[in-house]
């Protein structure tokens, strides 16, 4: 019997074997989802207006929903890049992951782990080398291969997530119908609360992860790291609540920051920081900036000799030099700015005199800023040396 079933194994034709390997209920629950939402909301929209309050609710859903997915999903139980010391905030933020009905915590993140351990290899359940609509959506449709629970051994410590995962089907249902016939009952609208609040809302914070997948491993750029397919997409980002930098976030993905610059539009960074602040989260990690100044630059020199050694001689020989004089220059200055700074950490430690606190600053200052106009210098000859070799 054994040997009849490994003989039918092998002999299988393709596309029944292929049939085999489709996650049925997840495609099926999917494909509902998604035409649902694109039938219903027109025919809503066609019958009826929405009011003022109905719209803020399904808005305000789709953020609580992001956030749950970005702030809890990934970046506190993916990464584990900040503690949470409120179980009722993390029980609120929970709540919102579960509604956006990607899988339970232990699922998403053994995944997810998995795609930064083995990113662009067969091993990353999501490559985009298996193409852009494979990375979107397509891995969904297959059979997924057991959970490993070498992955999730930190999680499954807590209390929390185990009850998520061991009733993680009737708490979507049960939330999601709470939701929906709340902001039904509120609006005195129930149909557009299906249509707004329940499909809109999931159709709208599944696309937006599934971007993070595909377009920030295809279209942008990489300014930390060229070494991954992980791109910086400032759309994606505003779609996903900060989580389009993933470029840096692949570089660095226990930092609890994706959009490390001021102006990056990063609203998850904004949430952990301020519950930091207001001491709900805590072990916020973050790389300081110097590290990551310095793995920028080294990443535009590999790029400059890799652009240089395609020039013929004399040229290249030429910008050669040149190119290793400007980097051992300005790594120079970055490692006296580097040494400086953690001394002056030292002391600031040690609470000494306030003078002499005082005179060291000024050094550290005046050295952070030569640090700063060398890479700026280093930046315009980099460019330079790229147009030169782009014409050449
Ligand atoms: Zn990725
Ligand atoms: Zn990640």
New binding site residues.
């Given amino acids: 019997m054994r040997a009849a079933l490994r003989y039918a194994q092998v002999t299988m034709p393709q596309e029944i074997r292929k049939l085999s390997e489709i996650n049925w209920s997840t495609t099926l629950a999917l494909c509902v989802l998604h035409v649902a939402a694109l039938v219903v909301l027109p025919i809503y929209l066609y019958v009826a207006t929405p009011s003022m309050g109905l719209v803020a609710m399904a808005l305000g859903m789709v953020v609580a929903c992001t956030l749950g997915v970005t702030a809890g999903y990934?970046r506190l139980y993916?990464?584990r890049s900040y503690e949470m010391r409120s179980r009722l905030v993390e029980a609120l933020i929970l709540c919102s992951g579960t509604l956006t009905l990607q899988e339970s915590v232990f699922t998403w993140a053994h995944h997810?782990r998995r795609h930064?351990a083995f990113v662009d290899t067969d091993d990353d359940p999501y490559s985009i080398n298996k193409g852009f609509w494979y990375a979107h959506f397509l891995w969904l449709t297959e059979k997924p291969p057991p959970i490993d629970g070498r992955y999730i051994r930190d999680l499954k410590r807590n209390p929390l997530l185990r009850f998520q995962d061991k009733y993680y089907l009737p708490l979507a249902i049960g939330l999601n119908a709470l939701v929906t016939g709340f902001a039904g009952l509120v609006s005195h609208d129930m149909f557009g609360a299906v249509a707004l609040v329940l499909l809109a809302r999931i159709f709208v914070t599944h696309q937006s992860t599934w971007f993070v997948n595909s377009l920030a491993h295809f279209w942008g750029s990489k300014p930390y790291s060229r070494e991954h397919t992980a791109v910086n997409n400032w759309i994606v980002s505003v779609l996903t609540g900060g989580e389009g930098y993933h470029n840096f976030?692949h570089t660095y993905?226990s930092d609890y920051r994706n959009g490390v610059r001021w102006y990056q539009w990063d609203p998850t960074k904004a949430l952990i920081w301020a519950m930091g602040k207001l001491r709900l989260a805590t072990n916020l990690r973050k790389v300081d900036w110097i590290s990551i100044r310095t793995r920028m630059l080294q990443e535009d020199k590999r790029a400059l000799v890799q652009a240089v050694s395609q020039l013929r001689a004399p040229d290249r020989e030429h910008l050669e030099a040149l190119l290793h004089d400007r980097w051992d220059r300005m790594s120079l200055q970055f490692t006296e700015f580097k040494t400086l700074l953690a001394e002056y950490r030292g002391l600031k430690r040690a609470n000494p005199d306030k003078s002499v606190l005082a005179s060291m600053r000024v050094r550290v200052r005046s050295l952070q800023y030569s640090s700063k106009a060398a890479a700026a210098d280093w930046h315009r000859f980099y460019r330079l040396v790229i147009e030169h070799v782009k014409l050449a």
């Fill in positions: 990934h993916s990464h997810h930064h976030h993905p």
